[in-house]
Protein backbone atom coordinates (compact mmCIF):
# COMPACT_ATOMS: atom_id res chain seq x y z
CA UNK A 1 0.00 0.00 0.00
CA UNK A 2 1.65 3.36 -0.75
CA UNK A 3 1.39 6.19 1.65
CA UNK A 4 0.17 9.40 0.06
CA UNK A 5 0.14 12.58 1.13
CA UNK A 6 -3.68 14.16 1.87
CA UNK A 7 -4.56 17.54 0.94
CA UNK A 8 -4.75 20.38 3.21
CA UNK A 9 -8.66 20.61 4.63
CA UNK A 10 -7.87 24.21 4.03
CA UNK A 11 -6.56 27.07 1.66
CA UNK A 12 -2.96 27.70 1.75
CA UNK A 13 -3.44 30.63 2.78
CA UNK A 14 -5.84 30.11 5.44
CA UNK A 15 -3.65 30.49 8.24
CA UNK A 16 -1.93 33.72 7.10
CA UNK A 17 -3.99 35.38 10.00
CA UNK A 18 -1.98 33.56 12.77
CA UNK A 19 1.18 34.30 10.72
CA UNK A 20 1.73 31.38 8.56
CA UNK A 21 2.30 32.73 4.88
CA UNK A 22 1.02 30.88 2.01
CA UNK A 23 4.34 29.90 0.86
CA UNK A 24 5.21 28.76 4.11
CA UNK A 25 2.92 26.08 3.87
CA UNK A 26 3.46 25.64 1.02
CA UNK A 27 6.71 24.80 0.84
CA UNK A 28 5.91 22.53 4.17
CA UNK A 29 3.26 20.65 3.18
CA UNK A 30 4.24 20.20 -0.70
CA UNK A 31 7.83 20.04 -0.66
CA UNK A 32 8.99 18.75 2.93
CA UNK A 33 5.70 16.61 3.67
CA UNK A 34 5.47 15.21 0.41
CA UNK A 35 9.10 14.22 0.27
CA UNK A 36 8.35 12.04 3.53
CA UNK A 37 5.37 10.85 2.24
CA UNK A 38 7.75 9.71 -1.49
CA UNK A 39 11.31 8.77 1.05
CA UNK A 40 8.90 6.13 3.01
CA UNK A 41 7.36 4.95 -0.17
CA UNK A 42 10.71 3.74 -1.42
CA UNK A 43 12.02 2.57 1.70
CA UNK A 44 9.20 -0.03 1.78
CA UNK A 45 9.23 -0.72 -1.82
CA UNK A 46 9.67 -4.63 -2.57
CA UNK A 47 9.24 -5.45 1.22
CA UNK A 48 7.06 -7.35 3.37
CA UNK A 49 5.90 -3.50 4.40
CA UNK A 50 4.83 -2.57 0.87
CA UNK A 51 1.16 -3.81 1.15
CA UNK A 52 0.86 -2.26 5.01
CA UNK A 53 -1.03 0.40 6.26
CA UNK A 54 1.01 3.11 8.63
CA UNK A 55 -0.41 1.79 11.83
CA UNK A 56 0.60 -1.21 11.19
CA UNK A 57 4.34 -0.50 10.49
CA UNK A 58 4.10 1.43 13.11
Known sequence: ?????PDLPYAHDALASL???KETLEFHHD???K???DNG????AGT???SKSL???V
Open 19 to 21: GMS
Open 41 to 44: NKLI
Open 1 to 5: MAFTL
Open 48 to 50: EWE
Open 31 to 33: LHH
Open 55 to 57: EEI
Open 35 to 37: AYV
